[in-house]
């Protein structure tokens, strides 16, 4: 039994089918992609393991708990963590203290102890940004922390966005296009994060992402989406080699 | 204070000042402090663990990384045993590691991440006598499995086991040192030729920080904020010798990216670097004080003048008049305090500037607002500093006077000779070398300068560079590049001229400035090439030359000049580690770039190499302009 089960899942929006009775497994610690032409219904999966839509059928399964209907804020507090593709981040607020935000679901004080700020409110912030500032180390963020972070070139929010996912600890961490708009460089950078988030906090990770060569050297496993259906499941190498998979994505004259 | 090692005077101030903070290190957000008792024992723990892994009297310690406390732990640790530690600059590529690490012998190399190992394991066949490499920071490293690998920390659990087995071994080997023992392998920069391994002692080190201290004396309460490479003499001259001569506290900054952001935090008392980081700072403050409101800039522009006006009666050692002390410092409160704050200068007592000329421009900028900059010469072999202004003697265009303990005389053909105690003892392996550069206690510098009547020193430039045109003049292209590196759009120069019938210019626009500029002024421009080329730039650059050339005397003016395609780069092996222009080098590559400015052409095609940081190699086709400075505008 997989950390993440998604059980026969179809999302319906009046007579657009977004997912058709889409069912997988992902491996408790591997970094799982999904990959899939545009429109292929990507990011409405990930939507539906982040509570953001509720399916129309089936069920979405976290560490065997049924969470299908469970509300966004309440699966963060399970551990799954979620970097959105455009960017989710206070622009007027410091790279810290988006950060600090991303430590809220964990903030047990209240308003009022929060106000006067003494003894148990005092110990918890510093609790959570002796946490933040691991992230920071780990991002290499620590040369912007205190800059706002819309004046950051679009790399480094990117980074920030995985920042304020990480600042939750999740246990399974979802990651929406997090290279997208990158040159190489910076994609390579971010390739390093994701390994060693994978490596070092030992996080299940839900990649999508369009850069073929990266979901192939990254993935353990990788699932293949196409107009809402799953048309593929597997390690990169029979992915790489599954005819329908080429047809999808190359045509199909280029299927075997 | 009895002639002590580095070793002796870490355990002297132990015992006499345990609980005093020695090194502060910002990490994870806040600053960390030791004090010398805990220095003590991080030491004693690497030396010992050092000492269980057989590291004999003699033996080189070579370390690689950026200023963190495991440098420096690990710097004392190899002395403490009688060895030598060798420092290597952390942004060498694995060719010139493999030459350094294999020429100074070091079985054991100390390094601070997975970068350094990784470029170690590249060239490991390379590294015959190596027979361990250890680690400070394990971010990454959890999956090498590598017999000759080590943490750091592993290696402080062993020294400390070893110590519980035998307490007093590690003081007893501190005590075998003696002053006259070598401590150090410095490997000077080589603008020519492979990097030699400069032996410098205790003594030799030691003695340096006494004579600087007798004219610039520092104390307990002074701070200082090491950043720049630990391998190169003027960091470990600050960082270690004058800070255990005079016991001043030193802060290691975060990352080398927050430097500046450190840099305020701590506002350090005396401060020591290569021109570039002063000059860095000017550019910095010229384009923030064009975008400032109009107060600031009109504030400025009114205070501007007081400043100057007391830098002047400096420099000339004249009277400040009652009325021009009392504007001062109103124009201090209201502006040049501000100003110094912002870069970390507030309670600057001096700000050392060495290694290569600073401009007088700059030199008058720092000292109107308040900065007491001053020059310094040296190299190191001679330990670093052995001409210094003195406070309140400051002349624009010398480098200082000697510091005591200190003999300066110009040979026959105008090389600049130095004798004192802080002459090192040759270079490692190299007798012919040694010989040639120091004779009868007399250390050759390879510059040219010369003396005036007060005792000041006068540096034209390298001996081997001072330019001769086919006309007989002779010049100094650092003072031409100094010149146009004053203007904030440009980064980097090279005068050329020797054996030619004029003066032409290598020039490289500052990326982030000129970027600025174009924005500002609505040009679309996207690579540093790109950027170079286009006519609203050249036309740019072109006024700053035009303006420059005024200040030159007419045959040195500069009559043609091109735009690098590329910035100088050490990794290109065009500047030094330490930011110098290897004038040798640079002539060669360029050789038919040269060639073109001194045809009648005015446009050169090239074709050059550009290897990116991560490696890729990629070769770039293109058009240079050559830009010629009409008659009248300032060409020869």
Known sequence: MGILEVQDVTLQFGGVVALDHVSYEVKEGEIFSLIGPNGAGKTSMLNCISGLYKPTKGSVLFNGEDITKLKPHKRTALGIARAFQNIELFPHLSVLDNLMLGRHVKMKTGVLAGGIYWGKAQKEEVEHRKKVEEVIDFLELEHVRNTPVGTLSYGLQKRVEVGRALALEPSLLLLDEPMAGMNNEEKEDMARFILDIHEEKKTTIILIEHDLGVVMDLSNHIAVLDFGKLIGYGTPKEIQNNPRVIEAYLGEENAV | ?636
Request: glycine share 6%; aromatic share 10%.
């Open chain 2, 1 to 636: 204070m009895k002639d002590m090692t580095f070793p002796q005077a870490l355990i002297n101030r132990a015992k006499t000042s345990g609980n005093k903070v020695a090194i502060r290190e910002k990490d994870y957000g806040i600053w960390n402090e030791y004090t010398y008792s805990d220095y003590y024992r991080e030491v004693k723990a690497v030396s010992l663990g050092l000492a269980k892994l057989g590291f004999q009297r003699g033996d080189k310690l070579a370390i690689i990384g950026d200023n963190r406390p495991e440098w420096v732990f690990s710097e004392l640790a190899a002395q403490s045993l009688g060895g030598i530690s060798v420092g290597i600059y952390q942004e060498s590529l694995p060719h010139e590691l493999s030459y350094i690490i294999d020429n100074c012998d070091a079985q054991f190399v100390i390094v601070e991440d997975q970068e350094q190992v990784d470029k170690l394991l590249e060239i490991e066949n390379e590294l015959t006598k190596v027979q361990k490499i250890i680690f400070y920071d394990n971010r990454g490293m959890r999956n090498y499995q590598h017999e000759k690998l080590m943490y750091f920390k592993d290696l402080q659990s062993i020294g400390e086991a070893f110590d519980k087995e035998d307490p007093n071994y590690f003081e007893k080997e501190v005590e075998k040192g003696k002053y006259e023992d070598i401590a150090i392998l410095s490997y000077t920069s080589g603008t020519t030729g492979n990097p030699k391994g400069t032996m410098l002692t205790y003594k030799n080190l030691v003695e340096m920080a006494k004579n600087l201290s007798k004219i610039d004396p520092l104390d307990e309460k002074d701070e200082y904020l090491s950043f720049l490479p630990l391998a190169w003499i003027g960091e470990q001259m600050m960082t270690i010798s004058m800070a255990f001569y005079n016991g001043t506290v030193v802060n290691f900054p975060e990352e080398p990216s927050t430097v500046m952001e450190n840099l305020r935090e701590i506002g350090p008392h005396v401060m020591f670097s290569p021109p570039r980081i002063y000059e860095d700072m000017l550019s910095k403050f010229q384009v923030k004080i064009q975008e400032a409101s109009w107060l600031k800039r009109k504030l400025y522009e009114w205070c501007k003048p007081i400043g100057e006006k007391v830098a002047e009666a400096h420099f000339n050692k004249k009277d400040i008049s009652l009325k021009n002390k009392l504007l001062y410092k109103i124009a201090d409160y209201f502006i040049f305090s501000a100003i110094r704050d912002h870069f970390g200068l507030l309670r600057i007592k001096r700000a050392y500037t060495g290694g290569a000329p600073l401009g007088p421009d700059v030199f008058k900028f720092f000292h109107s607002i308040g900065v007491n900059v001053k020059s310094i010469y040296g190299q190191t072999e001679v330990s670093g500093i052995a001409i210094v202004h003195q406070d309140g003697d400051i002349k624009l265009d010398s480098v200082g006077q000697p510091i005591p303990g200190t003999e300066v005389m110009i040979s026959d053909d105008g090389e600049i000779l130095i004798k004192s105690s802080s002459v090192c003892h040759g270079y490692y392996k190299n007798e012919e070398s040694t010989k040639k550069t120091i004779e009868n206690g007399w250390l050759h510098t390879g510059d040219a300068g010369y003396l005036d009547d007060s005792g000041h020193l006068y540096v034209i430039d390298r001996l081997k560079d001072v330019i001769r045109l086919q006309t007989g003049e002779m010049f100094s292209p650092q003072f031409i590049e100094n010149k146009l590196k004053f203007s904030p759009y440009i980064k980097e120069a090279v005068a050329i001229g020797r054996d030619r019938p004029y003066v032409s210019a290598i020039i490289n626009i500052d990326m982030a400035n000129v970027g600025h500029w174009a924005e500002k002024n609505q040009l679309v421009y996207t690579t540093y090439q790109d950027l170079s080329s286009k006519k609203e730039v050249i036309e740019l650059i072109q006024q700053q030359v035009v303006e420059i050339n005024k200040q030159l005397p007419e045959k040195a003016r500069i009559k043609k000049f091109v735009l690098l395609y590329k910035e100088l780069d050490a990794d290109d092996e065009e500047l030094t580690r330490t930011k110098k222009v290897r004038r040798q080098f640079v002539a060669k590559k360029y050789a038919s770039l040269i060639d073109g400015m001194y045809s009648t052409s005015d446009a050169i095609n090239v074709e050059g190499k550009i290897r990116y940081r991560d490696g890729k190699e990629q070769t770039i086709k293109t058009t240079l302009q050559i830009v010629s400075m009409d008659e009248g505008e300032g060409a020869a």
